[in-house]
């Protein structure tokens, strides 16, 4: 089962009184018990992957481990980059997998918060990528250098309608604040039912709260569809590994590990079905589009070139071209065997088919393409088609037409 669009799959979510859980794979160790737990549940499922503050080169393994095993899945996946900070970490996220991304709320003012958010929209649109924002902002003045912030203000309805206006975001991550009085506290769900009203797009709530079914499910009737929880999995592995150490504390790692998957899988599966998700995954599926990679392929020949200038201007494609928003790799090639009307190949694997219309409109592009490539290239054809697994047991990668219009 492909990966689908994620937001094809809130909005199913939203629109039928359901929420997907959103699991972070703070080790990728989670990431076979998360699958397995809703496969179980034959629930849809986001894997939400941050990148560390070092952005360490290992972060691009997890999330080829990542991508793999969503493709292979049984039940809808889609995998969201919780990182979104500007125009570059968009254009990362995307390029290493993510059909997903969450603008992430920073101390600023905001004035600020919005117009950073919409920056990552836009990047994040042209990939034809969804984002979740936050309406959280330090008040005016307070976000300066140097002086500590005060407490996050939270948004008002007007507020947050007028930020989803300005911004586009595709889901709103929402803070039902507890009201305190007479020794108890409860959530503002007044206020959250105006949001929903007001907005009308799926919304987010983060599960770390220690929240039950009953108001979860108070939740979902207005208007999330979405539950993030970034450290239930973290917390039920340090559970079963010290009661492992408990067992043995001379125990091999291996040993140590043990359990740890059947542990997580088994206390995730309770919360999607209390959310209303399992049993949803064929449905979804029937009404999600699958998230395919699209290849833009560009054969050509040109003759008049010797060597190091031919060497030169495919390096130079290459370069240019990775840099646009949506590509997630650029290889370049030559024929294989001797003869050939087109000896040289250029491959751009795009995000999805909205990024095609994107990258091909971009000045990147159009420049490489019109000024260098075309006065040298005798002949040259363009295509784009989309990536399907037919038969992933035996062939990973197959090829049929795309849907979007080819170009010579």
Known sequence: MPLVD????LTHAY????????????ELDFLPAVLAAAESARAPVILSVAEPPSQSPVFAWVMAAVEAAAARAT???????DGGTDRDSVVRGVRLGANGIVARALQESLFR????TRAIVDAAHACGVPVEGELAYA????????RAPRAVQYATVAEAKGFVERTQVDFLLVSADMVRGRGRSRFDWGRLKEINAALKIPLVISGEMGLGDEQCRRFIMLGVAKISCSVAPGAMASERLRANVRGDRHASYSALKDGIHESIAAQLEPPMRAWGSAGRAAEVLDRCRPWNNIMHIVVYDAP?????????????????????PGVRSVQVGHVAGEGGRYRHCLLARLASAPAVDAFRRHPAYTGFMD?????????????????????????????????VPDRA
């Open 113 to 116: 918060h919005i117009d950073r």
């Open 6 to 9: 994620m937001k094809d799959m």
């Open 75 to 81: 039940v809808p996946v889609a995998i969201h980059f």
């Open 139 to 146: 008040p005016d003045g307070d976000a300066t250098e140097g």
């Open 15 to 26: 629109e039928n009184g359901y929420a997907v859980g959103a699991f972070d794979l703070a």
């Open 371 to 403: 000024r260098r490539l075309a006065p040298v290239a005798s002949d040259r054809i363009e295509g784009d088609y989309r990536m399907v697994d037919l038969i992933p047991e035996i062939a990973p990668l197959a090829f049929r037409p795309a849907l």
């Open 304 to 324: 008049r070139l010797d060597a190091p200038a031919l060497q030169a201007l495919m390096t130079e494609g290459q370069r240019i071209l990775s840099g646009i």
